[in-house]
């Protein structure tokens, strides 16, 4: 059993930092009105190394279009909001820990799942987070900023603006969701300049990326949203988590189906040297709207879910994503496309078909199911319904 100490450092007092220095952070932004990159430290670790979580759609850095939930936490876009009818905790705490024994155990705390008890031996990982606006730019630019923050966080430096407290890791791990999977791709995709000191050979990047339910092919919502790709029938009863999908603004506009197969057609995504580990969001019973079948801690984002997969043309029978492109979320598996997955002859690099998750797109980014079904432990996660418990066990 870990001690009291270490358990009120690991998950208690590390959690209430990160508050702290989320909105002493937010202050200082607010002064410059600006809309840069931010690179913010979440917790440390005791030895596990370190790992870099990449938002999706969405501005949480301040300005037009900005959400407070994020601009005002950095931890803000992965938790599983109580806001949301969550139960407070966030995907980065098992994201972040590795079970490293059998007999290990870790659990939601009496107090609530925002301090998370761990029993036998555990591997750490300290946190970062990058915040970028992903409204009122294009996705390519947007990752021309997360790579310039991420080669500041590699070389400790601050050209980019994004950290100013001059952190320097020179190798880490990167996970990221929706959009931040696109942005990743772009980056692994053009190791000799976007990705430059990051994704090549000796690049700072190490390990297998991460991409929670990524749109590696465009999205589904912002294709409806601009009435192309065959998808319409766009309503404004959205996910309160994914309202950025509503409006259009730069962003959506390069998030189209059609525009990231053309920046695939065009040799700037899916040509990854490196292997991706990919989080498929095909769909499966109790994706969308489970409250009915399969009830959990986050009813709000549950039931509008459910709400825009009617408006984007599918069903609402519990059986798809509602905000990607179902199978063009794992556009191709492997270069020999033998492990599942909708092949697409763009994608030339390495995309392994990691976990297929039923997982809706709110799940894929904060784990709303691990309370009820279980963290990882040594002999296992819980993918098709937490695959953040995998990324902590696996791809740590």
Same mark, same amino acid.
């Given at each position: 059993?870990?001690?009291? @100490?270490?358990?009120?450092?690991?998950?208690? %007092?590390?959690?209430?930092? =990160?508050? %702290?220095?989320?909105?002493?952070?937010?202050?200082?932004? /607010?002064?410059?009105?600006? =809309?840069?990159?931010?690179?913010?430290?979440?917790?440390?670790?005791?030895?596990?190394?370190?790992?870099?979580?990449?938002? &999706?759609?969405?501005?949480? %850095?301040?300005?037009?279009?900005?959400?407070?939930?994020?601009?005002?936490?950095?931890?803000?876009?992965?938790?599983?909001?109580?806001?949301?009818?969550?139960?407070?905790?966030?995907?980065?705490?098992? =994201?972040?820990?590795?079970?490293?024994?059998?007999?290990?155990?870790?659990?939601?705390?009496?107090? &609530?799942?925002?301090?998370? +008890?761990?029993? $036998?031996?555990?591997?750490?990982?300290?946190?970062?987070?990058?915040?970028?606006?992903?409204?009122?730019?294009?996705?390519?630019? #947007?990752?021309?900023?997360? #790579?310039?923050?991420?080669?500041?966080?590699? +070389? $400790?430096?601050?050209?980019?603006?994004?950290? @100013?407290?001059?952190?320097?890791?020179?190798?880490?791990?990167?996970?990221?969701?929706?959009?931040?999977?696109?942005?990743?791709?772009?980056?692994?995709?053009?190791?000799? /300049?976007? *990705?430059?000191?990051?994704?090549?050979?000796? *690049?700072?990047? !190490?390990?297998? @990326?991460?991409?929670?339910?990524?749109?590696?092919? &465009?999205?589904? =919502?912002?294709?409806?949203?601009?009435?192309?790709?065959?998808?319409?029938?766009?309503?404004?009863?959205? %996910?309160?988590?994914?309202?950025?999908?509503?409006?259009?603004?730069?962003?959506?506009?390069?998030?189209?189906?059609?525009?990231?197969?053309?920046?695939?057609?065009?040799?700037?995504?899916?040509?990854? #040297?490196?292997?991706?580990?990919? !989080?498929?969001?095909?769909?499966?019973?109790?994706?969308? +709207?489970?409250?009915?079948?399969?009830?959990?801690?986050?009813?709000?984002?549950?039931?509008?879910?459910?709400?825009?997969?009617?408006?984007?043309?599918?069903?609402?029978?519990?059986?798809?994503?509602? !905000?990607?492109?179902?199978?063009?979320?794992?556009?191709?598996? +492997?270069?020999?496309?033998?492990?599942?997955?909708?092949?697409?002859?763009?994608?030339?690099?390495?995309?392994?078909?990691?976990?297929?998750?039923?997982?809706?797109?709110?799940?894929?980014?904060?784990?709303?199911?691990?309370?009820?079904?279980?963290?990882?432990?040594?002999?296992?996660?819980?993918?098709?319904?937490? @695959?953040?418990?995998?990324?902590?066990?696996?791809?740590?």
């Amino acid at each position: 059993m870990i001690s009291a @100490p270490a358990l009120l450092w690991k998950l208690g %007092v590390r959690h209430l930092i =990160a508050s %702290v220095v989320a909105l002493g952070m937010t202050v200082l932004g /607010s002064q410059a009105a600006q =809309a840069g990159p931010k690179l913010d430290y979440i917790w440390g670790g005791n030895g596990g190394g370190t790992t870099v979580f990449i938002h &999706g759609h969405g501005n949480c %850095v301040g300005g037009a279009g900005s959400d407070a939930r994020c601009t005002n936490d950095a931890r803000g876009y992965w938790l599983n909001s109580t806001d949301d009818g969550g139960d407070g905790h966030d995907l980065m705490g098992e =994201a972040t820990s590795k079970c490293t024994a059998s007999g290990c155990a870790m659990s939601c705390s009496t107090s &609530g799942c925002g301090t998370l +008890n761990y029993t $036998g031996s555990w591997s750490w990982a300290e946190a970062f987070t990058i915040r970028y606006d992903g409204v009122n730019q294009t996705m390519a630019n #947007a990752a021309n900023d997360v #790579a310039n923050c991420l080669r500041d966080f590699k +070389n $400790g430096t601050n050209t980019s603006g994004c950290n @100013p407290n001059l952190y320097q890791r020179t190798t880490f791990r990167v996970v990221a969701h929706s959009e931040g999977g696109a942005i990743l791709d772009r980056i692994l995709s053009l190791p000799g /300049s976007v *990705g430059a000191g990051l994704s090549s050979t000796g *690049g700072a990047i !190490v390990g297998n @990326p991460v991409t929670l339910a990524g749109a590696l092919a &465009g999205s589904r =919502a912002a294709s409806a949203l601009y009435g192309v790709d065959g998808a319409s029938n766009f309503c404004t009863t959205l %996910v309160s988590w994914l309202a950025g999908w509503a409006f259009k603004d730069t962003g959506n506009a390069t998030l189209t189906r059609g525009a990231m197969i053309g920046e695939a057609n065009n040799g700037r995504a899916g040509k990854s #040297a490196r292997w991706v580990y990919k !989080v498929t969001t095909s769909g499966g019973s109790g994706s969308v +709207n489970n409250n009915s079948s399969n009830a959990i801690a986050e009813s709000v984002n549950d039931s509008k879910m459910g709400m825009l997969v009617g408006c984007v043309g599918y069903s609402t029978d519990d059986d798809t994503d509602g !905000v990607v492109w179902n199978y063009d979320s794992d556009p191709t598996s +492997n270069t020999a496309g033998s492990n599942g997955g909708k092949y697409r002859s763009q994608w030339t690099g390495y995309y392994w078909h990691w976990v297929a998750s039923w997982a809706n797109h709110s799940h894929n980014r904060n784990d709303a199911y691990v309370k009820k079904y279980g963290f990882q432990n040594f002999s296992g996660c819980y993918g098709n319904y937490s @695959p953040g418990t995998c990324v902590g066990q696996y791809a740590m």
